[in-house]
């Protein structure tokens, strides 16, 4: 067992329980939002960009 987490996308240390880095996917939980949930709705949407959802990390 390693407490090494290192984001998948990224590749920036991931300060999260390992439970939870499992449940995103080995990524930070805003790097597992534009992976798989970012432009679901709008496909190719730049990263810097609102995608509409409560929990994107460019909403402001
Ligand atoms: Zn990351
Ligand atoms: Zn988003």
């Known amino acids: 067992m390693s407490d090494d ?9 991931v300060e999260l329980s ?8 080995r990524m ?9 949930e970012h432009d679901v709705n709008k496909p190719g949407l730049a990263e810097d960009e609102d995608c509409g959802d409560p929990a994107c990390p460019s909403a402001v």
Request: aromatic share 20%; with cysteine.
């Open 18 to 25: 390992q439970e939870d880095f499992e449940l995103f996917e």
């Open 5 to 13: 987490q290192t984001c998948q996308r990224c590749g920036e240390t």
């Open 28 to 36: 930070h939980p805003d790097c597992f939002h534009y992976a798989f």
